[in-house]
T-cell receptor, first 112, second 112 residues
Framework: SAVISQKPSRDICQRGTSLTIQCQVD?????MFWYRQQPGQSLTLIAT?????????ESGFVIDKFPISRPNLTFSTLTVSNMSPEDSSIYLC?????????FGQGTRLTVV | GQQLNQSPQSMFIQEGEDVSMNCTSS?????WLWYKQDPGEGPVLLIA?????ELTSNGRLTAQFGITRKDSFLNISASIPSDVGIYFC????????????FGKGTHLIIQP
């Protein structure tokens, strides 16, 4: 398995600002992903974080709003840009080898 | 995007009872995963299934990968108070490069 750490664990942000969430994995993983979990809802895949190249975004998510970096095999960042209250959610990083996927504890974001 | 149909949405049971929940899809998945999420935490992987028809146990938990590759179930035997939480099924269509599609979750509540 892999241990995945996210920072910050929670934040309250003003609308119009941006927040960058960091994800660190304790071992090299093949794939890293970012998910959003809106209050009381399930998880929705935002994008696949590709090492050294642009992330692959799912339908409904765009790079300008959710820029992602992955400079190496164990680290990735997700930025939530120009935030609005609708962006209030838990953002989760996931990493795995082959077909298993492990999750960080999430970043609880509240936009006011 | 594609979602998995997970049922039941919630379950109210007595301690010691067995629990069963399932997920169905209109399309094929190559991997099925079952997670448990506690409040304020990220999902924790319980069981991973890789082959159609596969039946896998993890302690009191048993899960099966449906023969059609369009469904999976999770059983919990002799429930205990720490089983309370939200259980999610998740499917992966391809190999390691694909992110997960999640069900909407089953909220398990154990009555004293």
């Amino acid at each position: 398995s892999a241990v995945i750490s996210q920072k910050p664990s929670r934040d309250i942000c003003q609308r119009g600002t941006s927040l960058t969430i960091q994800c660190q994995v304790d071992s090299q993983v093949t794939m890293m992903f970012w998910y959003r979990q809106q209050p009381g809802q399930s998880l929705t895949l935002i994008a696949t974080a590709n090492q050294g190249s642009e992330a692959t975004y799912e339908s409904g998510f765009v790079i300008d709003k959710f820029p992602i970096s992955r400079p190496n095999l164990t680290f990735s960042t997700l930025t939530v840009s120009n935030m609005s209250p609708e962006d209030s959610s838990i953002y989760l990083c996931s990493g795995g080898l082959n077909t298993e996927a492990f999750f960080g504890q999430g970043t609880r974001l509240t936009v006011v | 995007g594609q979602q998995l149909n997970q049922s039941p949405q919630s379950m109210f049971i007595q301690e010691g009872e067995d629990v069963s929940m399932n997920c169905t899809s209109s399309s094929i998945f190559n991997t099925w995963l079952w997670y448990k999420q506690d409040p304020g935490e990220g999902p924790v992987l319980l069981i991973a299934l890789y082959k159609a028809g596969e039946l896998t146990s993890n302690g009191r938990l048993t899960a099966q990968f449906g023969i059609t590759r369009k469904d999976s179930f999770l059983n919990i035997s002799a429930s205990i108070p720490s089983d309370v939480g939200i259980y999610f099924c998740a499917g992966k269509r391809g190999g390691g490069a694909d992110g997960l599609t999640f069900g909407k979750g089953t909220h398990l509540i154990i009555q004293p």
